[in-house]
């Protein structure tokens, strides 16, 4: 029987007083930490009489370290970072600026090159960056300017009392596989904080609580999800230049589904290979990492790592809903921000930036609230107009219908995505309406005929180990590391469903879409099926994919053990 990690009860816990806890330290959490230290320094420099302290502001981090957790492609476009740090390029960890970009369109074995590159994919004066590294950089900004980080520790529940959230409850340590406290048990805190502002990243499991506690998607666009799976290679020299960008669209993927690759030449030969998956495919037996897998086996891209070296693995998923599927982001007690918000423009591929901004104007309604000793709701909706007012919303609103036209495919989506290049955003309708992405998952009985893209077969795939990897060699790759002797994180509310219904329904998915090998269905000759679902939680990625992509929304994602999950060193 599996035992899923559930709240401890009957435990005393310590309690701490904060003013703001920031739970997430990627950079939309450490820009807000940052911006809110620069604030209070301002303030504090104006007003010897009136100093505002910075000693209750934490930020939460559920990696060991800073950094650890963050991975994406990644280009930044340094517009926020501008606002944040002027002259920041002199210090931060920057790869290379973009200086050529090049499109294509794969078949299985050929390429097309855009004779342009559509407007929305041009990076020149873009930085390749390692998110793990910048981040490190900005954590190490934020502590020098005398804020807390808390590494380790996860927010693992919502305090809520009324209408009001009034603080988060950080993950119990030292807890056994039957969910019992072992003699190093450390039960978490109850921080009780005048604003919690949630920065969790795509999916956030607080996040993900508050929506449903308040009903925040009422009237909302469902929130779709892609998943990105990435691996870093080293390459003999001279394959790629730092700072050369190439996108894909097409092979693997067939035109029923969303997605497409990112190459990015960054320093010393290294290059960040990566392909995102539209978490909205209609075959369940679609698998990401094999998409990656097969991705490599195009000529164009083989060429390009013949003879170079897989250094690091990673996943994670991205929001792609845009701006009718962005709830509302500030309330009695809290704020939201970034990937956990859904500020991604997933027609540029990219959210780093809208993440630092929506964690400035997230600070500078913080910082307003602090000095007027005000933190009701009506103070924290300043969050809201910022938003609004500020450059997200413009960018956001460009590409508010782009990701729906693709509803029904690749060419009825370029088609859309040409018209609202020419309407503002707007296309054949003010608002396309969306399905969420696991609802579009079709019973293996409804596939046609022909099986759909290479990508979609499951044979036991193997890899042969030096382009192509199976999924525990890439997961090597990733670092990843839990405590074993704790309960399973990923939390399955019906087992029943999974050994039953979904084994003839759809097959179970969750052990294609997975990219880490946690789900599998093992023989059990006394279950009627003959195959019970088993869990490797340790192998975990936290890339959220189940949560987002299991038909019957029986999975919830909470977080291990703090201090859990990948290594993303360079990633
Ligand atoms: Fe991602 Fe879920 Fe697999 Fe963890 S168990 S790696 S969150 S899909």
Redesign the pocket.
Known sequence: MIIFRKPLTDIERPQMEADAVIVGGGPAGLACALRLSQLIDEHNGKHPDQQLSKENIYVLEKAREIGQHCLSGALLDPRSMRELLPGFEKEAPIEAEVTKEAVYFLTRTRKFRFPMTPPALRDHGNYVISLNRFAKWMGEKVEAAGITVFSGFAGSELLIEGERVAGVRTDDKGVDKSNQPKGNFEPGYDLKARVVILAEGTRGSLAKQLVAHFHLDRDRNPMSYGAGVKELWELPPGRLAPGEVIYTMGWPLTTREYGGAWIYGGKDNVVSLGFVTGLDYPDPRLDPQRVLQQFKLHPMVRALLEGGKMIRYG?K?LPYGGWWAVPPVAGDGWMILGDAAGFLNSQRLKGIHLAIKSGMLAAETAFEALSQNDFSAARLAGYQRRVENSWIKQELWKVRNFHQGFEHGLWAGMFHAGLQQLTGGRGLHARYAATAGHRRLKKLAQLPADGGAEAHLINDYKGDGKLTFDKLTDLYHSGTKHEEDQPAH?VIHDTNICNTRCVAEFGNP?QH???????EMVEAPDVPGGKQIH?N?S?????????I?DPYEI?T?VPPEGGGGPNYDGM
């Open positions: 996943a998923s990923l969750c879409f997975c990219p880490a090998s946690v789900y869990l939680p192998n975990c990625v936290h890339c959220k994919t189940c949560d992509m999975i994602w």
